[in-house]
């Protein structure tokens, strides 16, 4: 059955369906023998498709693995700043893996990374509203900003879903705060504390739909249990 290469391509783990796209704009992709364009269908079991002159794979296993990501880390494969990556974390790993979504430097926790592009399209397109939690240790006063926090926010000039916020505690003068979020806008919980009255001291993301950091040592990393793949959905 013919279907969209941006799709075909992501299915196949070669590379996100936004990745897709640019391969296809830089006429890396061809069918049939003929450069293929934005737009285009195929039939992956009739076609000869290939990326780079190399045909393509199919039917082979997808690689998932949780990573407990530190502060001082991006969220990229490569950095043009020469900065440490996630990818610098992970090399142990036999599979070419790229981030679901993204941590900022200052950020850390929770982030999974898979060769799987289908997957990567379902957990970070906003339609899916896949709920991501974090603990926030903010100063400020907290008990004035809670309603502030779950009440109506806009952020970018769009409203956002409203957060779920409690209060865990208090360390050291900090106020620690479950923030549990829908969207995953760029830095959307500091934006938000920021718009409550509260600075952000330390930010860790400790669940992402059903998938729970735990006890996962910060800078290492794990596959998903069977467990937790059928959690997202993976036979």
């Given at each position: ?6 799709k ?9 369906r936004r ?8 006429g890396?992709?061809?069918v049939n023998?003929?450069?293929a364009s ?6 992956p079991e009739?076609?000869d498709?290939?990326?780079d ?5 199919h ?7 949780m990573?407990?990501?530190?502060r ?21 790993c ?24 289908e ?10 509203e896949v ?24 952020l ?26 829908h ?18 001291r330390r ?19 794990r ?5 937790e ?5 993976l036979?």
């Open positions: 059955m013919e279907e969209r290469l941006q075909i391509l992501s299915a196949a783990g070669v590379t996100s990745g897709a796209e640019q391969y296809l704009l830089a890396r992709v061809t023998g003929r450069a934005l737009g285009d269908k195929a039939d009739r076609d498709i290939r990326v002159g190399k045909p393509l794979r039917g082979e296993a997808r690689t998932y693995l990573l407990n990501k530190p001082g880390y991006v969220t990229t494969l490569s950095d043009e700043k020469g900065r440490k990556t996630v990818a610098d974390l992970v090399k142990g036999p599979a070419r893996v790229w981030p679901v979504g993204r941590l900022d430097l200052d950020s850390e926790g929770l982030l999974l990374l898979t060769d799987d592009g997957l990567t399209h379902r957990l970070i397109h906003p339609s899916h709920e991501k939690e974090y603990h926030v240790w903010v100063t400020g006063d907290a008990g004035k900003a809670l309603p502030v926090l779950r009440g109506p926010i806009t970018d000039g769009v409203p956002l879903r409203p957060a779920r916020v409690e209060l865990l505690g208090r360390e050291k003068g900090e106020s620690v705060l479950s923030v549990t979020i969207e995953g806008k760029n830095r959307q919980v500091r934006r938000m504390c920021a718009l409550a009255g509260l600075q952000v930010l860790r993301r400790v669940r992402e739909g059903a998938l729970r950091l735990g006890d996962l040592p910060v800078g290492r990393w596959l998903l249990t069977e467990e793949r059928h959690q997202l959905g036979r």
